[in-house]
Structures are given as C-alpha cells and as structure tokens.
C-alpha cells in the first residue's frame, strides 16, 4: 500500500471541506428559491376570486314540473329535448 504524505493528505482533506461548504450554501440558495418561487404562485393565484353561481330552473317533463336547483355544472337532458321536442 502506498502511502501518501501528510501535505498530500491536508490539501485533500481541505479541498474537500471547501467543496462540502459550496454545497451546503448551494443548499440553501435553492431552499430559498423553492420557498420564493411557491409564495409567488400563492399570491399569483389569489389574484382571481372564485365566483359561485346559483341556478334555478322550471322544467316541464310532460309528468309535471320538476324544479333543479344547483351550483356549478348541471348535466343532462329532459324528455322534451330527448324526443325533439322544444
């Protein structure tokens, strides 16, 4: 085995440490980006309102009237529109 002289060893070791402390703060600048960049999404995102709409409609389905309440999307069809009828 051969071995390697105590100066050899020094700048090695010292070499590494400087490389493990660029890391580190390399570390931590992306932490504080990640946080950053995530707060500007959050307040992007707050910009827009969420509007809630309520609808009520009467429809006629030859068996009677039937009332649909909702909020949001409301699928679907009644037998009027299914046999052609308007």
Not at 9 to 21: R, V
Not at 51 to 75: F, K, L, P, R
């Amino acid at each position: 085995m051969e071995k390697i002289s105590e100066a050899a060893y020094e700048i090695a070791i010292g070499s590494l440490q400087m490389q493990s402390k660029r890391l580190f703060i390399l570390c931590i600048i992306l932490i504080v980006v990640l946080v950053g960049t995530n707060a500007g999404w959050l307040i992007h995102e707050s910009m827009y309102a969420d509007e809630t709409t309520t609808v009520s409609q009467e429809v006629d389905t030859g068996e009677g009237d039937a009332i649909i309440t909702g909020v949001g999307d409301i699928y679907g069809e009644s037998k009027a529109d299914s046999n052609g009828q308007n």
